[in-house]
């Protein structure tokens, strides 16, 4: 029902064609390689590919597509991994519909559109986090053994415990299910 209020209130703009409108990320990474618009309008969290990862691999394969994230979501790890994503706008869903219709044009100059107050997070608590450590705690988070990520990631069983180890350090956890709820919380898985 939003994804749909969102795109009659874009249609609304003059200036504004709104090319589809999907269901999850594995659809909009379709229609974005197949269609590549100018802009895609997501959210971080869906089904399928996540909004970061649809960044991310628009970003890898040299699409001219820019991302704009309309989201709940106003953690300070999910704006930094968005910005380090390439993700030019990011703002909440409570926007108004004048703002959102701004925020796509700005995007679409290939400018950045970060609502104010979301802008100072990003300054407030860096992501200590490197990618592996990410992947490895969401593997933990979802119940995989040591042994069982490490086949998962292609890694050691050492080299999985020291990535725990190092997580845990940086988010001052005392055991990896406190990491990885500290890190969910903060945004950053």
Same mark, same amino acid.
């Given at each position: 029902?939003?994804?749909?209020?969102?795109?009659?209130?874009?249609?609304?703009?003059?200036?504004?064609?709104? +090319?589809? =409108?999907?269901?999850?990320?594995?659809?909009?990474?379709?229609?974005?390689?197949?269609?590549?618009?100018?802009?895609? *309008?997501?959210?971080?969290?869906?089904?399928?590919?996540?909004?970061?990862?649809?960044?991310? @691999? +628009?970003?890898? &394969?040299?699409?001219?597509?820019? *991302?704009?994230?309309?989201?709940?979501?106003?953690?300070?790890?999910?704006?930094?991994?968005?910005?380090?994503? !390439?993700?030019?706008?990011?703002?909440?869903?409570?926007?108004? @519909?004048?703002?959102?219709?701004?925020?796509?044009? *700005?995007?679409?100059? !290939?400018?950045?559109? *970060?609502?104010?107050?979301?802008? %100072?997070?990003?300054?407030?608590?860096? =992501?200590?986090? @490197?990618?592996? %450590?990410?992947?490895?705690?969401?593997?933990? %988070?979802?119940?995989?053994?040591?042994?069982?990520?490490?086949?998962?990631?292609?890694?050691?069983? !050492?080299?999985?415990?020291?990535?725990?180890?190092?997580?845990? &350090?940086?988010?001052?956890?005392?055991?990896?299910?406190?990491?990885?709820?500290?890190?969910? %919380?903060?945004?950053?898985?």
């Amino acid at each position: 029902m939003l994804r749909g209020a969102l795109a009659t209130l874009l249609s609304l703009a003059d200036d504004i064609e709104i +090319i589809d =409108d999907v269901s999850d990320g594995d659809a909009a990474w379709q229609l974005v390689r197949e269609q590549e618009p100018d802009v895609l *309008v997501t959210d971080i969290e869906m089904p399928g590919r996540t909004g970061i990862d649809l960044a991310q @691999s +628009i970003r890898s &394969h040299n699409l001219s597509t820019r *991302v704009l994230f309309v989201t709940t979501v106003s953690l300070p790890g999910y704006l930094q991994r968005a910005l380090q994503a !390439g993700v030019l706008g990011y703002i909440l869903k409570d926007t108004s @519909s004048h703002e959102l219709a701004n925020a796509v044009r *700005v995007v679409a100059r !290939g400018e950045r559109h *970060v609502a104010t107050d979301l802008a %100072e997070l990003a300054w407030t608590a860096p =992501d200590p986090l @490197s990618d592996r %450590e990410r992947q490895v705690l969401r593997l933990a %988070e979802a119940g995989l053994t040591n042994k069982q990520i490490a086949s998962e990631l292609s890694l050691s069983v !050492g080299t999985v415990r020291n990535y725990l180890t190092d997580a845990m &350090h940086k988010l001052n956890a005392a055991n990896r299910i406190e990491a990885f709820r500290s890190a969910r %919380e903060l945004g950053w898985l």
